[in-house]
Nanobody, 126 residues
Framework: QVQLVESGGGLVQPGGSLRLSCTAS????????MGWFRQAPGKEREFVVA????????YYAESAKGRFTVSRDNAKNTLYLEMNSLRPEDTAVYYC???????????????????WGQGTQVTVSS
């Protein structure tokens, strides 16, 4: 089992940047594929990006391509999401999640994820 804690959210102006972190407990972080999802008020939770356990492969939602970058440091048990050129429509609670795989496109849905963090709020507004 793994426990996930997100941090780094906040209020940012349109065009600004934020870096989210997700810290995992335990010694098995490197055995999980990881994902970032977000949920805006009144909307379903949506996929943002997934990264393989080695960090060498990733899937991005179209809305995230070219603006967001996912990375991980297995030695630090930490997942990152660098978000640039933020837009008001990026406003949401952002969640990290862990999956035991396999590494397939099903990781762009919520179903294969076994563990979730509590979320961190990102608000993009002037």
């Amino acid at each position: 089992q793994v426990q996930l804690v997100e941090s780094g959210g906040g209020l940012v102006q349109p065009g600004g940047s934020l870096r989210l972190s997700c810290t995992a407990s335990g010694r098995t972080f490197g055995s999980y594929d990881m994902g970032w999802f977000r949920q805006a008020p009144g909307k379903e939770r949506e996929f943002v990006v997934a990264i393989s356990r080695s960090g060498t492969s990733s899937y991005y939602a179209e809305s995230a391509k070219g603006r967001f970058t996912v990375s991980r440091d297995n030695a630090k048990n930490t997942l990152y999401l660098e978000m640039n050129s933020l837009r008001p429509e990026d406003t949401a609670v952002y969640y990290c999640a862990a999956s035991q795989g396999p590494w397939t496109l099903v990781l762009t849905t919520t179903s294969p994820y076994d563990f979730w963090g509590q979320g961190t709020q990102v608000t993009v507004s002037s």
